[in-house]
């Protein structure tokens, strides 16, 4: 596997991103989407006390109690500023808070979601393509401009229609605007904005988007 040319340094935030090897689906069913988000929300933190097969056996009361546990007592390895899962790829907006942490996290959840991948669709062989990629974020501007490219990731590949993007499951845009719980830290970017609805004319503004694209093109997947 190629070296990384981009050095993770701890409290750095970076766009990192990966997709299925070939540019195959790496999400087919909701059920995928859905384990890969349980993944997240587990990984994040640096205590986990079972591998996530044998955590996610457990009875429910007991799951909720542990990710209680782990989230009062558990230091995390990543800050989830964004994300958004495509049917062939992903993207996250990511704060590293521990030396390699981000490393560590991509590890956990790739490598178990390709176990459970491999297991549920009958296939074998690696599922996403090398190592993910990552780019630093240098200035706050760059901050908004990338969580915005990461939440129409849905509309700039014709999933949904610019007025169904907040009803996107699998991204944290749902969350930017209150319409859904989870665990991204938000406020991050949001602290930029007035409220979530500033943020949502600044994410829906398809024209003003289209005069940054040029500024964040190095930070896609092509």
Sequence with gaps: MARRKTILATNEVYHVYNRGVEKRPIFILKKDYLRFLELINYYQFTDCPLKFSYFVRLPLEERLNTLKKLQSESKKLVDIFAFCFMPNHMHFLLKQLADRSISKFMAKITNSFSHYFNTRHERTGYLFQGNFGAVRIETNEQLIHVSRYIHLNPVSSYLVEIK???????????????????????EEVLSFFKNGQEYKNFVEDQADYARQLENIKHLTLE
Excluded at 177 to 183: A, E, V
């Design 164 to 186: 169904d993007l907040e009803n996107y499951e699998y991204s944290s845009y749902p969350e930017y605007l209150n319409i859904r719980s989870g665990f991204s830290n938000v």
